[in-house]
């Protein structure tokens, strides 16, 4: 019976095959032939590799390729796994206020009549409002921004600096008490 096989160089050279040949039979041959150690010489066919007391006939089929492969030294080890010491990104999430048009409006007690709190936007169509921020007014949504005076800006700034140190007080305030109960929480824990 004659099969092809395709050696360690890629090249394919065909073989003869006797009725009661074994594998290892076949793995002397070879290792003979093209001088490598008959240990390291592995002969695998159709994804199997064919064990040394395997008779070939019973292996193989007509004109079947068998592929000459040598065995490894061990492989790589294990990467560790990275140990990051930032902390993740925390993503955006939109909140959603309920009755947030209020804000929008303004009703004056005497007369009743409806105000605007914000500034509607003169390239949109009525009902657009603008965001108000400390240096600007800007369309979420053409996308445009109308810069106000320096003295607006400034006093804008002030107002803003004021709201931050009034809300970081009350967090110092409310730190030591959440502490304090933090604290009685663990010792209940440990009991």
């Known amino acids: 019976m004659q099969v092809f096989l395709k050696t360690l160089q890629g090249e394919t050279i065909p073989c003869q095959i ?16 093209f001088g490598y150690d008959m240990e390291h010489i592995k002969l695998v066919s159709e994804g199997h590799v064919l064990s040394e007391a395997e008779l070939l006939l019973l292996a193989l089929t007509e004109e079947s390729t068998v592929y000459m492969t040598a065995g490894l030294d061990g492989g790589k080890k294990k990467k560790k796994k990275k140990q990051y010491t930032t902390k993740k990104k925390t993503k955006h999430h939109h909140v959603s206020v309920k009755l947030a048009t209020l804000k929008f409006y303004s009703v004056d007690e005497k007369s009743g009549q409806v105000t605007h ?4 936007c003169p390239s949109c169509s ?8 400390y240096d600007r007014h800007y369309c979420g949504k053409c996308h445009v921004s109308f810069k106000l005076d320096p003295a607006t800006i400034k006093a804008n700034l002030a107002e803003l600096q004021k709201r931050q140190t009034a809300k970081a007080a009350v967090a110092a305030e409310t730190k030591p008490a959440a502490a304090a109960g933090g604290a009685k929480d663990k010792k209940k824990k440990k009991k």
């Open 117 to 120: 709190q914000r500034k509607v």
């Open 18 to 33: 006797s009725e009661g040949q074994t594998v290892a039979e076949l793995k002397q041959q070879l290792a003979q032939q």
């Open 126 to 133: 009525n009902g657009y409002f603008m965001a108000k921020h």
